[in-house]
């Protein structure tokens, strides 16, 4: 995104910090979460916030969490979580999703976060893009993202991403699992 202010790094143990301190300026995202929602683990009831931000941390160490991490000069700004399926099994509106069929994408777009007073500056569409080029050279596949219509719902609510967002890179409107909710694919080439 040579057009962009900003600059992608992935998330690993040389970025953990960055993201880790986006993460605490903004009360743990979503009461709490540490973008753990979207894993299996999340299914654990019970778990302190502090367990969260460990348990992300494990996954980050054994490379079993993947993000394109969005800075701004030497400050994380943002991220766009994704992974393969089986690292991201938990989705918004999975009874809708299941019932509606289409087989198994070979990566998920699960969450995505922008920096409060950073809202509308296009870093969730520099983190989508990331997150798309990071894929690409992880060998490429089929991507699904599952957002929403951002007239629709609260800037701070749209952790999925916005439909006009993904539409701007390409995705394609597969199918609505929700009101305002929608599969959105594509596919993309390996680097």
């Given at each position: 995104?040579?057009?962009?202010p900003?600059?992608?790094?992935?998330?690993?143990?040389?970025?953990?910090?960055?993201?880790?301190?986006?993460?605490?300026?903004?009360?743990g995202?979503?009461?709490?979460?540490?973008?753990?929602?979207?894993?299996?683990?999340?299914?654990?009831k019970?778990?302190?916030?502090?367990?969260?931000?460990?348990r992300?941390?494990?996954?980050?160490?054994?490379?079993?969490?993947?993000?394109?991490?969005?800075?701004?000069g030497d400050?994380?700004?943002?991220?766009?979580?994704?992974?393969?399926?089986?690292?991201?099994?938990?989705?918004?509106?999975?009874?809708?999703?299941?019932?509606?069929?289409?087989?198994?994408?070979?990566?998920?777009?699960?969450c995505?976060?922008?920096?409060?007073?950073?809202?509308?500056?296009?870093?969730?569409?520099?983190?989508?893009?990331?997150?798309?080029?990071?894929?690409?050279?992880?060998?490429?596949?089929?991507?699904?993202?599952?957002?929403?219509?951002?007239?629709?719902?609260?800037?701070?609510?749209?952790?999925?991403?916005?439909?006009?967002t993904?539409?701007?890179?390409?995705?394609?409107?597969?199918?609505?699992?929700?009101?305002h909710?929608?599969v959105?694919?594509?596919?993309?080439?390996?680097?």
């Amino acid at each position: 995104m040579s057009d962009s202010p900003y600059v992608i790094k992935a998330l690993d143990e040389s970025t953990w910090s960055d993201f880790a301190d986006l993460v605490e300026r903004n009360g743990g995202i979503f009461g709490g979460c540490w973008c753990m929602g979207f894993h299996p683990e999340a299914a654990d009831k019970g778990v302190s916030v502090d367990e969260k931000r460990e348990r992300k941390r494990l996954r980050v160490r054994a490379a079993t969490a993947h993000a394109a991490l969005v800075f701004e000069g030497d400050l994380c700004v943002g991220w766009c979580q994704f992974g393969p399926p089986q690292e991201l099994t938990r989705i918004k509106s999975r009874a809708a999703y299941e019932r509606t069929g289409g087989g198994s994408p070979d990566w998920r777009i699960a969450c995505c976060y922008v920096d409060k007073g950073r809202r509308r500056q296009g870093v969730a569409r520099a983190a989508l893009g990331g997150a798309l080029e990071l894929i690409a050279t992880l060998g490429g596949g089929t991507v699904e993202g599952y957002p929403e219509a951002a007239d629709a719902v609260p800037a701070g609510f749209l952790f999925n991403g916005a439909l006009s967002t993904y539409e701007q890179l390409g995705f394609a409107r597969d199918r609505p699992i929700g009101k305002h909710r929608w599969v959105m694919t594509k596919t993309v080439e390996p680097l």
